[in-house]
């Protein structure tokens, strides 16, 4: 009877082990596999590029002759208009030289009109000649002597014809001496540096001041020509500048060099501030932001 028991006992073990074993696959077959993961995307390279800005207008304006400066009205800051006097030489001389060439092109003028109108006269008295000739009325020698004052006549028109051209072009060169004595702004901008002083004398080609364009605001740089057909006119760039950390601005290209340098193995771009200046100001450094197209 004992190991009848037992022997039942073996087999119930044996029947459990069997069927834990058997139902172990179905459980992990029913399981289902747990999703993958997808990996994080690889961080953009890009690339800081730096330039000072710049404007297109920025110029020396220098003296158109010689003299002696006699005003300045304008000082580093001030705001000016296009045309708007800075300065001014000396311009005594040349105005009374004016003045005078004025007055003799007046007195050629009445010249001229008193020449033009005797001529008149004498082709009317030629017309009434010719008549009384053809009528045989007066002699030759009558109608050759009113010939001679319309010929003599139309010889001092034309000479005071000359002469009223010459003394007109006298005249215009003074008023163009007089007007270079007139320092004036080239376009709108901002006076950045005054070079003289009332009293100093500066001959042709001295720097009298210096002025600049505040607006728009553009920034020179280059790029490594893998670049190359990668940036395209109209992308927007990120910029800011270390002179003044809080202005974040956008630039926009605008130009771009169509050759690779052979020398550096690079391009020149040009880039545009958007919007107004702001706090920027040209000769700032400005730090360009791009994706690197590595």
């Known amino acids: 009877m004992r190991r009848v028991l037992w022997g039942a006992l073996v087999i119930m073990l044996v029947w459990l082990a069997n069927g834990c074993s058997q139902s172990n696959p179905v459980a992990a077959a029913s399981r289902p596999a747990p999703a993958a993961t997808p990996a994080p995307p690889a961080p953009e390279e890009t690339l800081s590029v730096s330039g000072p800005l710049v404007v297109e207008n920025q110029v020396d304006v220098t003296a158109r002759r010689e003299g002696m400066v006699v005003k300045t009205l304008a000082e580093p800051g001030t705001r000016v208009r296009k045309g708007q006097l800075l300065g001014m030489l000396d311009d005594r001389q040349i105005a009374a030289d004016l003045e005078a060439q004025t007055a003799t092109v007046h007195r050629i003028e009445f010249n001229l009109k008193n020449w033009q109108a005797d001529l008149q006269m004498v082709r009317v008295d030629l017309e009434r000649s010719q008549k ?92 490594p ?16 500048s270390p002179d003044v950390p809080a202005e974040r601005r956008k630039a926009q290209i605008i130009s771009i060099s169509p050759v690779v340098d052979p020398a550096s193995g690079t391009i ?20 360009l932001q791009l994706a690197d197209p590595r």
């Open 132 to 223: 009384m000739w053809d009528a045989q009325l007066i002699t030759k020698e009558q109608l050759d002597h009113d010939k001679y004052k319309v010929a003599a006549d139309e010889f001092q028109v034309d000479r005071e014809g000359q002469a009223l051209r010459s003394a007109q072009a006298t005249q215009r060169s003074l008023e163009l001496e007089l007007e270079k004595t007139h320092i004036v702004a080239p376009f709108d901008g901002i006076v950045a540096r005054r070079y003289v002083r009332v009293g100093q004398r500066v001959t042709a080609g001295d720097r009298l001041f210096w002025v600049t364009a505040e607006a728009p605001l553009r920034v020179k740089f280059t790029l």
């Open 225 to 240: 020509e893998r670049f190359y057909g990668r940036v395209r006119k109209g992308e927007e760039l990120a910029l800011s």
């Open 268 to 287: 020149e771009v040009t880039a545009e501030v958007l919007g107004p200046a702001g706090e920027l100001r040209p000769g700032m450094t400005a730090n």
